[in-house]
């Protein structure tokens, strides 16, 4: 299906030094490219995505998801984190995501984005929430057009898992999601190739540290505790000088890449390298 990875990916590698050589911070004024990926283009841009992903340091995952089918009720802050769990399981094992943002930053501190655009979901058979996609619609995703036009799921998450060299634990990539349980529960499940998410919390816990590693933020927390910022990913970006990326601007690819330039923003600024107390903690499930 695709042409065999480059030899430093068929084994373990040493982690990045990050220590001895830090990651130049990127210029705000300078947009980040997204690469939007169709059926026609998915071989090209898995080919530009894992050479680009060799000298990988940060990765940033957003996803586009057609709403929720089971609701946590009013009062979501008494549940316990296993009951957001459970709920957050229903969600993402019934319903077909719609586009995945992969946002990657090297060690030489420059940052491009990858817009996978999915087919499977079917609005007239599948599960959703009318008002989700009526939101979606109006930042200009069509999934009639990704139906007929977009990627399989299983397709992108078997380049995900054995291609790209993103899903290797072992290289001490640092992952960035905002607000982000839903969005890591989905990369799961692509990656997994459709598989049922793990029946409790622990398993969750664990079955993200095996692919993604231990290094998984969310940068929804972390600007929780820099009081000076706005609410709201786009907002918080605009906040600190960054330019909407370029090509695709309000849809997954551009969400990714403003929770990786926050990120990056706030560990070499206000939180001053401080990041650890963050790992793991995945907004909406998480108190």
């Given amino acids: 299906m695709f042409p065999p990875p480059p030899a430093s990916f068929h084994g373990r590698v040493p982690p990045p030094q990050t220590t001895d050589h830090p990651v130049p911070m990127p210029a705000p004024h300078v947009p980040v490219l997204v690469h939007p990926v169709w059926a026609w283009s998915f071989h090209q841009e898995a080919a530009r995505l894992r050479h680009f992903a060799e000298g990988a340091r940060y990765v940033a995952v957003n996803v586009h998801y057609p709403g929720l089918v089971h609701h946590p009720g009013k009062d979501q802050d008494a549940l316990t984190d296993e009951k957001l769990y459970a709920i957050l399981k229903s969600n993402v094992d019934a319903l077909k995501p719609l586009q995945v943002g992969i946002a990657v930053c090297n060690r030489d501190g420059k940052s491009e984005a990858w817009e996978f655009n999915l087919r499977d979901f079917r609005r007239y058979s599948d599960p959703h929430d009318a008002n989700s996609l009526a939101y979606l619609a109006g930042r200009g995703l069509d999934v009639d057009t990704l139906a007929n036009h977009g990627v399989d799921a299983w397709s992108l998450g078997a380049m995900l898992l054995s291609y790209s060299g993103l899903i290797a634990p072992w290289r001490g990539l640092s992952w960035v999601t905002y607000t982000g349980a839903y969005h890591v529960a ?71 890449v403003r929770a990786l330039q926050v990120f990056r923003s706030l560990e070499d600024g206000e939180l001053r390298g401080k990041v650890s107390r963050y790992r793991g903690l995945l907004q909406g499930l998480h108190h």
């Fill in 186 to 256: 989905y990369l799961l499940k692509i990656v997994t190739g459709g598989c049922p998410l793990p029946n409790d919390l622990a398993g969750f816990v664990g079955a993200v540290r095996h692919f993604l590693g231990d290094q998984v933020y969310d940068v929804a927390g972390m600007a929780a505790d820099c009081p000076k910022l706005p609410v709201g990913l786009e907002r918080i970006a605009a906040h600190l000088g960054f330019h909407p990326p370029w090509n695709s601007p309000r849809l997954a690819a551009a969400a990714g």
